[in-house]
């Protein structure tokens, strides 16, 4: 059985950076596409981005390009680094891991728990 345990979340003021990490257990898969998403009060879940282990293939929202960095130390192990981090980027924030390289929140089988990200204004 995977299990994604996320972590690094807090409460962070505009401008500033938080990196948030994603450790995975269980069965391991060199091909598995990690991701961050995040969700707001009241807002559906947003893909902020994605990468395959192996091939260095990222993808990143729109929204986040050019502020937001995602890593893997290695198979199992995804970061997201976050930059000039605005209030808008409060929400939580959920690793996945899947075998599409995609921005589709359905296409992801294993979930984080989940840490909050505080911007304070």
């Known amino acids: 059985q995977v299990q994604l345990e996320d972590t690094g979340g807090g409460l962070v003021q505009a401008g500033g950076s938080l990196t948030l990490s994603c450790a995975t257990t269980g069965r391991s898969c060199s091909s598995a596409v990690m991701a961050w998403f995040r969700q707001a009060p009241g807002k559906e879940r947003e893909f902020v981005a994605a990468?395959?282990?192996?091939?260095?293939?990222s993808l990143y929202a729109d929204s986040v390009k050019g502020r937001v960095t995602i890593s893997r130390a290695n198979a199992n192990t995804a970061y997201l680094q976050m930059n000039i981090l605005k209030s808008e980027a409060t929400a939580v924030y959920f690793c996945a891991r899947g075998v599409v390289f995609t921005s589709t929140p359905s296409e992801y089988r294993d979930w984080g728990q989940g840490p909050q990200v505080t911007v304070s204004s």
């Open positions: 990468m395959r282990w192996g091939v260095g293939r």
